[in-house]
Structures are given as C-alpha cells and as structure tokens.
C-alpha cells in the first residue's frame, strides 16, 4: 500500500508540475500584483479552475452573464442564437462612467465609418472598441476557456493600470462563437479524462469521433461563412459587428498540437488587394506587444508565415475590408488536458494561459495606439468614396431573371452586409440580356462599402501568389446564377430607382380558382422543390413536364411552361373542393411562388396535360451515408441543403448500419464519400439500386462508386509538372500550386432539356470547384448534361496545366446500367451559398427516379 500511494503522488507531481505549478491556481494565469474586487465571483466558481476541465458552454455563458449583473462595469447583450437554440452574445465591459453613456459613445463612434459626417467627429477623447472572438471552431478550447481569465480580469480587477484601460476602451468579450461546437467537444475530452491524466496522443480523449467539435451543428466551419451568411451564428456575429464597428477585432485559434503560437501579420504577398496598406502596419504595430507579453512569460511563437488573409469570409480578414484591424492567433491545441508533443507535453492551461496573454496585449495596444486605430477607421471610409470616383466601374447592375426568390436570398446578402441596394430604374440592354425596372437591380460603386461591392462582384484570374489558405474567388452574383453587368459613367444615367431596403422576396400566389382543371407551377425558383414537397406530404399527385408547351389559364390568356413544369390535376387532390385554395395559396406564399390555374388540359401548343409526357413523380425518402470516410463539410452541406431550405427529413445512417436496416423504406441514397460499407451492405445496395432507388455519388463518393462496380468513371491523370520545375526544392511550392485548383470558378455547358437540368433557363452555368479532378466524357453524350466549356475559368486562380485538364470535362453524369446512378463530381452545394448549382443536387433527388 504505502509503494502504491508513493506512486500515485510522483504520478500527480508529474501532472501538476507538467501544468507549469504546484497547484492550478488563479495566480498561474494572473499577472503578478495584481488585486481583485472580492465581490465578484473568481472563474473557480464555474465548479473548477479554468484548465482543469474544458468549460461547458452553458457554465461559460452562465459566468459571463452572472459578472454582467454583478458589475457595474459590465453588461451581457446577447445577439441571436444558435441553431440547437443556444445563446450567442458578447459581454460588454468598460468604465462605470462610460457606462451610463454607452449608447452615446457607440452612435457617436458609429460616425467615424459614414463618411457624410465623419470628419466632425474628434477622435482625441473617444473611446476604442476592442472585439474579443474566441471560438469560432469549437474544438480549439483553450480560447474560450481564456475569455473567462480575460473577463474576470476586467470586471474584478484593481488599480489605475485597470482604470486606464476601462476609461479608454469599450471591450467586447464574446466568448463562444460556436457553441454547439463547443459544448460538442468539451462533453467528448471530459468524459474521457481521468483523475490521473493520460497524456499518449492516441487516447481517445485527444481523438474525437465524426464529426468532431471543430464546425456547427450542420458540419460548416464557420470561419468561412463571415462572407456568405447562411447561419445564425454568423448573422448574428455580422449584425453585432455592425452594430458597435469594433478597432480590433480578433479571432483566437488552435493549430496543431506541435506548434507554438502564431499572431499576425501572415504572408504579406497573400493580403487581399482591396484593404488598405495602413492596415497591415498597424497589425504590425500591435504584433509587437504580442511579442512583449509573450516573451514575458517565455512562451515560443512566430509571425509572419503559413496563414493569409486574402479570403474576406474569416473572422481575422472580414474585419479587415471594414476600417478595422482583424487579428489571428494560432495556439498549439492539445485537443484534451495534458499531451505529449515533440519536447516534452503540452497542458491545457498553458495554452489557456497563451491566449490570455495575447488578449491583454491586444488591449494594451489598442489603449496606446488608440487615436490611430480611430483615425485610421475613418480614413477607411473616406478613402473608399475617392477611390470609387477614381474607378471606371461605377455600379452593377443585376437581374432575378426566372428566380426571383434565388435573387431575394441574394439581395438578403447584400443588406446584411451593409450595401446599398437600389431598384432598376430604367431598362438597359447590354451583353444581350435585358435589364428592366421590374426584376433588375443596381449596387452603385460610389458607397462606403465601396471596396467589399468590388470583392463581392469583381472577377480575378491573376494573382501575385498563387498559394492561398482558402478560395481564390467568390463572385457572388454567379453564385446565385444571377446574370449582371458592371456599368460605367454613361450607363448610369437613371439607372437607380428607389432604395431597397429589405429582400423582395416574392408574395407567392394563386393566380385561378378551385374550379380549375389543373394547377401549375415552373421550377425555375429556388424554393420551388419546397412547394413539390409540401404537396407530395399532403398526399397530392405531382407530375412534372419532360417537355415544354403552352397552356390556357382561367383567365382566358395564354402561357408557355418550360421543363420541370409541376402540374397537379384536380382529381389527385387529397382535400375537399372548399379546402384546395387555401392549401395551394398557402404552399404559394410560403415558398414565394406562383400557382396557376388552367382551365383544360387541352393546350394550344405543345403536349396536352394528359400526355405521357407529364411524369409521375414519387415524394423523395432520403438517406446519406456518414460518419469516418465521408467529409463532414461535404455531408453537412447536403443536410443542410434539404433540411433548412426544403424541410425535408434526411436520415444520417453509418456504414455499419448499411447492413442491417431496410433501404427499402428510401428511394434515395447519397454517397458523399468512402464510407467502410461491408460487401454484404454493398450487395443489398446494389439490389435496392436495380430495383428502382435513386443512387447519388457526390465529389469524393463518386470513387466509391466506381470501386464498388456502381458506375464506371475515368479521371483525367494529374497535370503534368514543367519540365525542370520538380528537380529544385525551392520550386515545390510552385509545383503545389499546378496541382491545386483551391476554390476557382469555371463555367459549365448545360442542356436545359435533361431532367438533372431542369429549371434553368440558360445555356451556361457558373461552376465553383475546389479540387482539381477532372471526369472524362465517356459513352453517350446524353448521359453528360453538364460539363466544362473548352475555355472554363470565369474567376480564381487555376494553373494552365490544370485549365487544359478540366476544359470539357464532366460536372454531372448518368451512369447507365441497371439501376439509376447519377454522379455529381463537384461541390455544387459549396457552404450553402452556391444556390445557381444547388438545383442541379436537388434535381437529382427529385428527378433522379424519370431517368430512363
């Protein structure tokens, strides 16, 4: 007994000593001197000390309000919440005094970003906001674990360096930008941890399951959606930002696990051209307390390398396209409480106690360089309107053409991000496509978001460094498969009607009576799949047109119906006569569409509604295969497609369910990427497929596909390096490069008369792709409805070796053969932003089961 209790203490010794003290403490973190308010609540008070556990988010949020209704320093104000309902919100911390004149300070700094009053506004005395932004992947923890440190430090502390800091600064402290992440990590790294910590990197502790904690509740890192919008959590953080337009704003981070710490300024030839140079001096500037604070407490880091802030959607870079000073930092992340790593271990409150101290410096630093930051804010802003005088492109112009709830979600977009947005206010023809006052739009260049308007509509294709962290392009317009057109002086003549200021999603209507013969609907409208599915549910018949035709309306005119027609004839309605109008004036408004009534189903032109031409359609049952193997943000995309903007149930199943439950409940099945399926689960696939299930391949899955006999699919080989290029080390970046194609643009060739193509009305198709994989066209042309022009790139960057690879290539195939297999090689649901590809995945759900 007393050798077993003898090595238990040298155990724990080891342990504690390895946390950098005798005891986990307030004081490790703390800096030395310091005195605290005994009134308010020490972070010990959340049930441990900060380190000893990973924080919960329901205990860190319950913290930061508790210090909000304790001090009179501090108040919680809360900004949405995420999509598993929990809140997000920022604790506000400053002076008593500035306090009881917050809402004046912030509507007078508001002023320094609108350059009509700006410059009568005096910055001497003026107060800088700090945003604080720790978390955004949930499972880099040691950042939220921080804000507890960071808040408590504020709020409690004492003396004149704390006074100063409160006087001169409003702090904004939001301590979890992903929460469902957050409390997704935090519950797995606990709940492995022993009371004698295990410290091998293989344990299950630092090895979360499929998913894991670093995305949201749909799988998307939300580091990436500060651009595109598409969740709560990153409306809300946007509209927060808006609301206060911070100096700083930071975005504190984990890298892996044998790394130091990194703060910016990152790879100078990889900024984003439209932010000033001013900005990246004084993100130098503050690098250097970094530095100071860092060396303080002997920690190693680096600066200067491996990360960019070219792609405008992340929390250190968006900051930046706005008058303010977006700072990344990279702290090696344990992923648990003590691991080994190269040299020793790494614990948990270290690397707490690395993004603690970068918190301070950067409070420090804007405190001391405050009148500059402010300034420079202003400066930014000023600046934009010269700069759009002095462009040649002053606006754009753009059209909702057949989908004006596609354009709606797109001008949604726009407003958030604070652009101005005016109706059409004249008709202009350019390029051959008419632009009217009825479904046009115009973005004036000359607005003080003049420099995010370019990064939004402006296409690239040159680039001073061809290595990039994330996308090399983002031109919104082709996203949304909107047509537009940049304008110069002489276009604009008239050309803005009066300001929008809300989306103009479409009312939706019924345009006939509960007397009709039929009732129609195009889909060419985003939301057009959610109005098929909410019949299907409700028990209507539904079929859709495989050819064109005109019909005769109720109200005695005539109209011509394109492919993808939904027709639903009066003797397949499941509710009685008094009942059917307000179901179908319901499904219209709700999906933003219009229903009309005909009155026979004997057509002037075309197929009569009663031709064989008009197929029955089955409501979709879908199931997508996922866990180890598949990429959650390839998964989570099509979840989120189906389930958020259509309400349809997907069934997530795992490669080892596949054998056991009954597939014959589906008529839909969504490979995403190489899941470990057994040969028993394979061959009840591949009866299930030949029996009339609609089998869809997306990006990575479709090499499952070919592996597993379902399709027969040949890749083009990978582009060839220049001869002498591979020989010399120092090229090997270049080399990369060639045979990276890293989130670029091409443009597609579509038949608009094949079901997976249904619902457009156009003969092109802007195509974002993220890998560099080309599909060769093999066998019928008929089975390739989609595929790259001879001359694809639109935007981004593509080196000319891969161009030639991915000129004609497939983007969409059917495969023939006994069962429908259909192959989406490309990420057409990219971050739920790219609406014009989207409806080539959701034809193949709803569509797939025509194919012949």
């Known amino acids: ?73 501090a108040v919680w104000e809360d900004y949405g919440k995420s999509w598993e309902g929990r809140p997000l919100g920022q604790l506000i911390i400053t002076s008593e005094k500035n306090m009881a004149r917050l809402e004046e300070i912030r509507l007078e700094h508001l002023k320094l970003s609108d350059p009509s009053v700006s410059k009568s506004v005096t910055t001497a005395d003026m107060p800088l906001i700090i945003k604080l932004g720790y978390g955004v992947h949930g499972n880099e923890s040691s950042s939220s674990n921080a804000s507890i440190l960071t808040a408590y430090y504020l709020v409690a502390g004492r003396g004149p360096q704390i006074g100063e800091i ?31 910590l295990a410290t091998d990197p293989s344990g299950r502790e630092f090895n979360e399951p499929w998913p894991g904690g670093r995305t949201n509740h749909y799988w998307f890192d939300l580091n990436r959606d500060y651009l595109m919008l598409q969740h709560p959590e990153s409306v809300g953080r946007v509209e ?81 396209a706005h008058g303010s000073i977006g700072i990344l930092f990279e702290q090696a992340g344990t992923k648990g409480h003590l691991r080994e790593v190269p040299g020793g271990v790494l614990s948990f409150p270290f690397a707490i106690r690395n993004q603690f101290v970068v918190s301070l410096s950067t409070i420090e630093a804007g405190m001391n360089m405050r009148v500059k930051l402010l300034d420079m804010q202003r400066e930014f802003y000023l600046s934009a309107l010269r700069e759009a005088d002095a462009s040649p492109v002053k606006g754009y112009l753009f059209s909702a053409g057949a989908d004006p709830g596609g354009c709606a979600r797109f001008i949604e977009n726009l407003l958030r991000h604070r ?45 001073s460094d061809t290595v990039f962290y994330d996308i090399s392009t983002w031109v919104m317009p082709m996203a949304f498969n909107l047509s537009y057109t940049p304008l110069g002086s002489a276009e604009t003549t008239g050309i803005a009607g009066g300001r929008v200021t809300s989306p103009p999603f479409p009312d939706g209507a019924v345009k006939g009576t509960e007397k009709d013969y039929a009732w129609l609907f195009e889909w060419s409208d985003t939301y057009a799949p959610g109005a098929l599915y909410m019949l299907q549910s409700a028990g209507f018949t539904a079929r859709v047109a495989t050819a064109t035709f005109t019909a005769l309306l109720s109200d005695g005119s005539r109209k011509q119906f394109g492919y993808g027609t939904i027709m639903v004839h009066k003797g397949d309605k499941p509710v009685s006569d008094g009942s059917l109008m307000k179901f179908l004036s319901a499904v219209a408004k709700e999906c933003g569409i219009t229903v009309y009534g005909v009155s026979t189903g004997l057509t002037p032109a075309g197929m009569d509604l009663g031709s064989g031409g008009f197929a029955v359609l089955s409501r979709p049952s879908v199931m997508l295969v996922i866990d180890d193997g598949t990429p959650a943000d390839d998964a989570g995309e099509i979840w989120h497609l189906l389930d958020t903007r259509y309400s349809m149930p997907v069934t997530l199943i795992s490669p080892s369910r596949m054998g056991t439950a009954n597939l014959g409940r589906y008529n839909v099945i969504i490979i995403a990427g190489n899941p470990s399926i057994s040969s028993l689960a394979v061959d009840r696939l591949r009866e299930w497929n030949r029996s009339g299930g609609t089998l869809i391949g997306y990006r990575g899955g479709n090499r499952w596909l070919a592996d597993n006999g379902f399709a027969q699919t040949t890749y083009a080989e990978s582009a060839a390096t220049p001869p002498g290029l591979s020989a010399r080390y120092a090229d090997r970046g270049m080399e990369r490069a060639i045979h990276t194609v890293p989130g670029t643009i091409f443009n597609a060739v579509i038949d608009s008369t094949h079901p997976l193509c249904y619902g457009y009305t156009g003969t092109h198709l802007p195509v974002f792709k993220t890998d560099a994989s080309a599909v060769k066209i093999t066998g019928s042309s008929y089975n390739t409805p989609v595929k790259y022009t001879a001359d694809p790139l639109l935007s981004g960057y593509c080196s000319k070796e891969n161009q030639e690879r991915i000129a004609g290539s497939a983007v969409v195939s059917v495969h023939p053969g006994p069962g429908r297999v259909i192959s989406i090689y490309d990420d057409t649901n990219f971050r739920a932003i790219w609406y014009g590809t989207s409806k080539l995945f959701v034809n193949a759900v709803f569509f797939g089961q025509i194919l012949r």
């Not at 409003?170 to 519950?187: T, W």
């Not at 001096?281 to 250097?288: A, E, K, N, V, Y």
């Not at 880091?301 to 491996?306: N, V």
Request: net charge neutral; proline share 6%.
């Open 419 to 463: 652009i101005e947005v005016y109706r059409c206010g004249r008709q202009i023809t350019k390029n051959g496509i008419t632009y009217s006052p009825e479904n046009s739009y115009f973005v004036p260049a000359r607005q003080k978001e003049y420099r995010f308007v370019r990064a939004l509509f402006e296409t690239v294709k040159t680039f």
């Open 240 to 320: 927060a930002f808006y609301r206060w337009m911070p100096n700083i704003n930071t975005d504190h981070h984990e890298m892996g696990a044998s790394a130091t710490f990194f703060f910016q300024p990152g790879v100078q030839s990889r900024n984003n051209p439209v932010v000033p140079p001013d900005n990246q001096t004084l993100t130098t500037g503050i690098g250097s307390y970094h530095a100071k604070y860092l060396d303080s407490i002997g920690s190693l880091y680096y600066t200067g390398e491996s990360f960019d802030d070219y792609y405008l959607g992340k929390g250190s870079s968006y900051p930046d």
């Open 1 to 73: 007994m007393m050798k077993k209790t003898a090595l238990s203490s040298v155990i724990i010794l080891v342990s504690l000593i390895s946390f950098g003290q005798e005891k986990l403490t307030l004081d490790y973190y703390m800096p030395a001197g310091m005195t605290f308010d005994s009134s308010i609540p020490v972070p010990g008070s959340i049930g441990h000390e900060v380190g000893e556990w990973h924080v919960t988010h329901d205990k860190l949020v319950g913290y930061m309000k508790l210090l909000g209704d304790l001090s009179g320093r």
């Open 166 to 196: 409160l006087d001169k600064c409003v702090i904004l402290i939001d301590p979890s930008l992903n929460p469902d992440g957050l409390q997704r990590h935090s519950a797995w790294v606990n709940m492995n941890r022993g009371m004698t």
